[in-house]
């Protein structure tokens, strides 16, 4: 069992990218399908911890679970590139 320890990561990844782009694409409209919603929750998460980082986002912290707070900055993110590359793309 301890050999599959090192995906835990991965799968936790992925399965936040899947979630934060799911709820970025129902918010904003669009389908693009599971690829799609992860691909730009991955990348929502590294804009939303970016700005994070920076100091341009400041969410208050959902004591009762982490993961929430990860979901809703990956969504932040992954709203912003929806939204940059719709800008981009006309």
């Given at each position: 069992?301890?050999q599959?320890?090192?995906?835990?990561?991965?799968?936790?990844?992925?399965?936040?990218?899947?979630?934060?782009?799911?709820?970025?694409?129902?918010?904003?409209?669009?389908?693009?399908?599971?690829?799609?919603?992860?691909?730009?929750?991955?990348?929502?998460?590294?804009?939303?911890?970016?700005?994070?980082?920076?100091?341009?986002?400041?969410?208050?912290?959902?004591?009762?679970?982490?993961?929430?707070?990860?979901?809703?900055?990956s969504?932040?993110?992954?709203?912003?590139?929806?939204?940059?590359?719709?800008?981009?793309?006309?």
């Amino acid at each position: 069992m301890d050999q599959y320890a090192a995906y835990a990561p991965w799968i936790m990844m992925v399965l936040n990218g899947f979630v934060a782009g799911f709820i970025a694409s129902l918010l904003l409209g669009g389908r693009g399908g599971i690829i799609r919603d992860v691909f730009v929750g991955i990348l929502g998460s590294f804009v939303g911890g970016a700005l994070v980082q920076a100091g341009w986002l400041n969410l208050p912290y959902f004591t009762d679970s982490p993961w929430l707070h990860l979901i809703a900055i990956s969504t932040i993110g992954a709203l912003l590139i929806i939204v940059l590359a719709r800008i981009i793309g006309r």
